[in-house]
């Protein structure tokens, strides 16, 4: 079993910068895919960013193209935490934003692909 609580959410004016933390208890953190999805009001949950397992060469990352070139997704093995940095803000990056991870290998998309969550953080951005 493994929990995940995040948090840095907020409030940010378009352009801004907002970072968000997910903290994970209760497995072996490195072994973990992690990833972070947002769900706007009204619509589906949605794919933000993927950083895989710590291997002997490092972490791979991918992103959304809504959010590659302005998001940075990284991860702290000794402190069980992942990262979401969120720079150049727009107003359609309102949501919350979930952590969740994967144990099994590779990237995946979809949300049903993921085993545990946490319970989202709330970004707003206003314009």
């Known amino acids: 079993q493994v929990h995940l609580v995040e948090s840095g959410g907020g409030l940010v004016q378009a352009g801004g910068s907002l970072g968000l933390s997910c903290a994970a208890s209760?497995?072996?953190?490195?072994?973990?895919?992690m990833a972070w999805f947002r769900q706007a009001l009204g619509k589906e949950r949605e794919f933000v960013a993927y950083?895989?397992?710590?291997?002997?060469?490092?972490?791979?990352?991918y992103y959304a193209d809504s959010v590659k070139g302005r998001f940075t997704i990284s991860r702290d093995n000794a402190k069980n935490t992942v990262y979401l940095q969120m720079n150049s803000l727009k107003p359609e990056d309102t949501a919350v934003y979930y952590c969740?991870?994967?144990?099994?290998?590779?990237?995946?998309?979809?949300?049903?692909?993921?085993?545990?969550w946490g319970q989202g953080t709330q970004v707003t951005v206003s314009s």
């Open positions: 969740a991870a994967r144990m099994s290998l590779g990237l995946t998309y979809h949300s049903h692909d993921y085993d545990y």
């Open positions: 209760g497995s072996t953190f490195s072994n973990l895919g």
């Open positions: 950083i895989s397992r710590s291997g002997a060469f490092g972490t791979v990352t």
